[in-house]
């Protein structure tokens, strides 16, 4: 199948903005840390280790997927990932206690990890040359805005 220049505008656009939501992930809970403290009783200490976690476990996520999108290529990879990541994102906004919370900030990570190894090493598989300095740029700017994207959020 022939790929036109608008297919690769659109991928490039579509792996920015999941560059941009996954992590921000990371960031997501820094300007929440008062209202969690507050939710669940605890220090403000306590509360940001559901930040913390999320970043634990998105490292040594990557460690895991890095191979396996190898192994079950990078778009699967890909697809499923941000399909659990979703699903686990829903699951963090009712978890009742900060245990739970902090327990789904880490398998929240951890699905995050799938994204960046996958997307990185598809847009080198799939893309032309030509289009590859574009796709990795809007990719990394994703990953590099995400926090400024998040404190204008609150």
């Keep these: 199948m022939i790929q036109t220049d608008s297919h690769y505008t659109f991928?490039?656009?579509?792996?920015?903005?999941?560059?941009?939501?996954?992590?921000?992930g990371v960031y997501v809970t820094i300007p929440l840390t008062?209202?969690?403290?507050?939710e669940f009783?605890?220090?403000?200490?306590?509360?940001?280790?559901?930040?913390?976690?999320?970043?634990?476990?998105?490292?040594?996520?990557?460690?895991?997927?890095?191979?396996?999108?190898?192994?079950?290529g990078r778009k699967r990879m890909i697809v499923t990932g941000m399909?659990?990541?979703?699903?686990?994102?829903?699951?963090?906004a009712y978890a009742e206690t900060l245990m739970w919370l902090i327990a789904l900030r880490g398998?929240?990570?951890?699905?995050?990890?799938?994204?960046?190894?996958a997307a990185l090493a598809y847009v080198f598989d799939v893309f032309p040359k030509r289009r590859l300095v574009t796709a990795i740029g809007f990719i990394s700017f994703g990953f590099l805005t995400a926090g400024q994207f998040i404190s204008t959020l609150k």
């Design 11 to 24: 991928i490039t656009l579509l792996l920015f903005w999941c560059a941009l939501v996954v992590v921000s």
């Design 83 to 92: 399909g659990l990541l979703s699903a686990v994102t829903l699951a963090v």
């Design 41 to 72: 009783y605890v220090t403000e200490t306590t509360a940001a280790s559901a930040g913390s976690v999320f970043s634990l476990f998105y490292a040594v996520g990557f460690l895991v997927f890095g191979p396996m999108s190898d192994k079950f």
């Design 34 to 38: 008062s209202d969690i403290a507050g």
């Design 107 to 117: 398998a929240q990570g951890f699905f995050a990890a799938t994204f960046a190894p």
